[in-house]
């Protein structure tokens, strides 16, 4: 969503009903329509690229949980790889403290890749069966050469020398340094980074005033210093030191994700993405790893982007919300509002979905006709106007609401014709000039409309587009029935609206004149058109 | 779903599925796992029965071992699977072959790539309907109609891979029907499939059941969908049943401690800002016969006896409900509810029993 400077500040005047909120809260990340688009182009196809993430816009604030919900193939898992920069981005920025992160080389990038990480489904991903499983969480440790050790010297200027160890550049804070040399009168004092496996007793320094060198020399090894890292992270994650031994097929589902998380940790990010970290395990080991990642979030403050399609556990874990469909952010907003008064029918439609007491939804289970449709060729207008129980009609006096229903779902069914991949032989006979097998045109379109009286001019409109169906042209029959019995839905794509401060959605229905879409939804259940 | 959730209840009515003290057993080089150890339920027509577990607690077993769909190094070793009374284990599965039908978790799986979905229908229906040429052609349309694929006459001639995960699970539930079964074994129909198709197919299990008086034996791990989905459950831990009652007493009240735990860690039953609970420990390997209660060494409420008994099921119901638990909690010696011996486990007659804790708070290997 287009996310103007200001006026996403959910986190400072959030309700406090919910759960604490950081209230100095800054974006961490800032998205500005972001694209991400699979082109799979070779010779022989020239399929359009799946557009897995199509033009979304959002930040996430320091220290919140974001929730990122929504069913397969909307996208989720594509925007959070891409946010950590295992996905190009195909157009848009994404933004960390004012700097673009998506377009990074060398060094910069790799900087950029120790303050994110990311946690996958399924802990196998990122383990590596031949590794013992100290092995694996050590990898990012020792693909970036950690610790660097930089050492800052305060009180005099001076070089620094020594063998494992970094000079921190004077311009740089001195909180990012391991190693603080504090240097006065007639002594100097050693700290080192509390976070770090390392004491006092390890470092030894000696300062030479005459030619202002301070020279530390570290008496682990790095290799040391590394594993004990693995030891503390181990811990953490509620494992312990002789677990480093062990290989991953010897661990249980939790025990896995467990260690995909250390591994996650193990370079001190800032930002984690967790793609589904809980999908996978049965829901006792669930409760387990989900009260872990809220601890790990309060200890060592870190900003969560939770992409999940357990509406249930979203619930549970999120500060805010956000909702994609078909690679669009549909509406975002704080969690305990989206969930208890929805505003995008998509979100209804899934809250009514989620079966059980636990679900926040009380109202009748709202049944979403169809599956989504595909990426590669998304519709026209809404992206959800081809499933939405709470779709715009068209202003025809002459069309009652169910007979507009089924011509709109004969559309869809001759969409979706158009774009079925073809079978070879069905190539073939399209190649030929074959005709399609008139009877099965006929059949989908008695299935729909049966004896049902139409008017005639509506007649005429479905005679002719079941004749180009016939002939096999069924996009242009879904074009005819589009511009006889669309409605704006099928055309506009809508706007970002801002329904309360923080909380925002894309649904025509906000407009002045319509009612909203758990009305609207209510109403057609009850059957008294719109 | 049938409304008198009390079927069991039917006197002088058999029951068109009875499982009597069912045991399965895995013989591997190391250990026999006794993967179902006395399970017993019943289905009645028309009425869906939940088998509700975690990974592990052998509800899939269960399943396989009603269809006869037990492999080497598996054998039903004790019970009995009644089929209207006559039964099965005395190798008379393939007399009723088209009765019973198993729709898989993965409906990729259970249909061939290389032939049409309407193949694959019509398949059945020559087998178990003799039905052939254009009577099974438009059969299998009817059927793909039925379980709600739009564009059926099309979508009969496509290739599995055409279909979306949800069309590819219709269709499967279709092949299942073209036997004409009386029971649908539903192993985890859902699980691969997202929240919206999930809502449909539980709307055309409970449709097709309604039309057909179809009974369902729906398993899932899944509270949610069987709290939605069916008439009657039983909860499965360790190989057995722990507690078993119409569905919505169960989850009203469940009065074994596990079940009360399951209930417990689901998200969206705690409110937000608190921890979920949870259950220490893991799902046990059933390696022998039961000699004392599976979930004791993670029962916050175990005493000692609970040790070296082997709980049978009391009642804990109205009568009639077919309402049991098997929990040393419910029996005569105690007879204390969970609220009372988690506050004072002492006068169960306790005496320091040891609570395992563990100090990697992980879940133990």
């Known amino acids: 969503m287009s996310d103007s400077p200001g006026t996403g500040e959910y986190a400072a005047t959030g309700d406090a009903t919910h759960r604490e909120r950081r209230t100095d809260a800054e974006p961490f990340i800032s998205v500005r ?35 990122l919900v929504g069913e397969s193939g909307c996208g989720k898992t594509t925007l959070g790889r891409t946010l950590v920069g295992l996905e190009s981005a195909t157009d848009g920025t994404v933004e960390a403290e004012g700097r673009e992160v998506t377009d990074l080389s060398g060094g910069e990038q790799r900087e950029w890749q120790r303050r994110v990480g990311m946690v996958f489904q399924d802990p196998e991903e990122s383990l590596n069966d031949r590794q013992t499983v100290g092995e694996s969480i050590r990898e990012p440790l020792d693909a970036h050469d950690w610790p660097f050790l930089p050492v800052a010297v305060e009180g005099v200027d001076a070089t620094v020398s020594g063998s494992t160890v970094v000079p921190i550049d004077e311009a740089a804070s001195a909180d990012r340094a391991d190693i603080t040399v504090r240097v006065d009168a007639g002594d100097y004092e050693v700290s080192v980074r509390e976070k770090l496996p390392l004491s006092r007793e390890d470092v030894s320094v000696s300062v030479d005033r005459d030619s202002a060198t301070v020279s530390v020399s570290v008496a682990k090894s790095k290799a040391e210093i590394r594993r004990e890292r693995v030891f503390e992270l181990l811990d953490r994650v509620g494992l312990n030191e002789e677990h480093y031994y062990r290989y991953p097929h010897q661990f249980s589902g939790g025990q896995r994700q467990r260690v995909g998380i250390a591994r996650a940790l193990a370079l001190e990010p800032e930002f984690l993405v967790l793609d589904e970290p809980v999908s996978a395990l049965d ?24 992409i999940a399609h357990d509406l249930a556990v979203v619930r549970h874990i999120a500060d805010r919300v956000a909702v994609m469909y078909l690679g669009n952010i549909v509406e975002l907003g704080p969690a305990e509002s989206v969930y208890t008064d929805p505003s995008h029918p998509y979100t209804l439609s899934l809250l009514s979905a989620i079966p059980g007491s636990g679900s926040p939804w009380s109202g009748e289970r709202v049944e979403l006709r169809g599956t989504p449709p595909s990426p590669r060729d998304p519709p026209e207008g809404c992206p959800f106007a081809t499933r939405c129980p709470a779709k715009i009609r068209p202003d025809d006096p002459d069309l009652d609401e169910e007979t507009w229903r089924a011509l709109d779902e004969l559309r869809v069914v001759f969409r979706t014709r158009s774009r079925a991949e073809f079978s070879t032989l069905e190539t073939l006979r399209g190649l030929v000039g074959a005709e399609v097998d008139p009877e099965s045109v006929e059949e989908a379109v008695d299935d729909l409309l049966g004896d049902r009286e139409l008017p005639p001019d509506a007649r005429a409109t479905v005679d002719e587009a079941v004749d180009l169906a016939v002939h096999g042209n069924d996009a242009e029959a879904a074009a005819l029935l589009r511009d006889a019995f669309g409605s704006r839905c099928d055309e ?10 923080g909380w925002k959605h894309r649904c025509l229905r906000h407009e002045s004149g319509y009612r909203d879409a758990a009305e609207t939804v209510d109403a057609r259940e009850r059957d008294d058109g719109n | 779903m049938s409304d008198d959730a009390s079927a069991a209840d039917r006197p002088g009515v058999d029951p068109l599925l009875r499982v009597e003290d069912l045991r399965t057993v895995f013989y591997t080089e190391r250990e026999e796992i006794h993967a179902v150890d006395g399970v017993s339920f019943d289905v009645h027509e028309g009425e869906t029965v939940g088998l509700v577990g975690e990974s592990g607690s052998g509800k899939s077993v269960t399943a396989r071992s009603i269809l006869g769909l037990v492999d080497e190094p598996g054998r039903i070793e004790e019970g ?45 229906l020559r087998i178990h309907q003799g039905l052939r040429g254009s009577e099974a052609r438009e059969r299998a349309v009817d059927l793909l109609e039925d379980v709600g694929i739009p564009d059926a006459r099309r979508r009969v001639d496509e290739y599995p891979h055409q279909l979306s995960g949800g069309m590819q699970q219709r269709a499967v539930i279709a092949m299942a029907l073209a036997c004409d079964p009386d029971l649908l074994v539903c192993d985890e129909p859902t699980t691969a499939l997202d929240v919206t198709i999930q809502a449909q197919i539980l709307d055309l299990l409970a449709e097709l059941q309604r039309e057909e008086n179809l009974a369902i034996l729906f398993i899932t ?46 998200p969206g039953r705690t409110p937000p800002d608190e921890q979920l609970p949870t259950i220490e420990g893991e799902v046990p390997t059933p390696a022998g016969p039961a000699t004392d209660c599976r979930f004791a060494p993670r029962c916050p409420a175990a005493v000692d006896a609970c040790r070296t008994v082997h709980p049978e099921h009391y009642d804990v119901g109205e009568a009639g409900t077919d309402r049991t638990a098997a929990c040393l909690l419910h029996g005569d010696a105690h007879h204390y509810s969970f609220e009372e011996a988690l506050a004072d486990p002492e006068g169960l007659g306790r005496h320091g029993r040891a609570r395992e804790s563990r100090t990697d708070g992980g879940d133990r290997s």
């Open chain 1, 33 to 67: 329509d972001l694209r991400t688009y699979y082109d799979e182009q070779t010779l022989l196809s020239r399929d359009p690229p799946v557009k897995a993430v199509d033009g979304v816009s959002f930040d996430v604030y320091d220290g919140e949980t974001l929730g």
């Open chain 1, 283 to 306: 829901v006792s080991v669930q409760a387990r790893i989900i009260n872990l990642l809220e601890e790990i979030q309060d200890e060592l403050g870190l900003t969560y982007l939770f």
């Open chain 1, 492 to 501: 506009e794509l809508p706007d970002v609206y801002q329904r309360d401060e």
């Open chain 2, 80 to 124: 009995a699977i009644y089929y209207r009374g006559e039964d099965l284990t005395d190798d008379n599965w393939d007399t009723h072959r088209g009765d019973i039908a198993i729709v898989f978790q993965d409906p990729g799986g259970s249909l061939n790539p290389v032939y049409t979905v309407g193949n694959q229908i019509r398949e059945a």
């Open chain 2, 221 to 266: 791990h899944d509270m949610g969908v069987i709290e939605d989905a069916t008439d009657r459950v039983n909860v499965i831990y360790a190989g057995e049943v722990v507690e078993r009652g119409p569905t919505e007493a169960l989850f009203e009240s469940p009065q074994h401690p596990y079940t009360r735990a399951l209930l417990d860690s689901i």
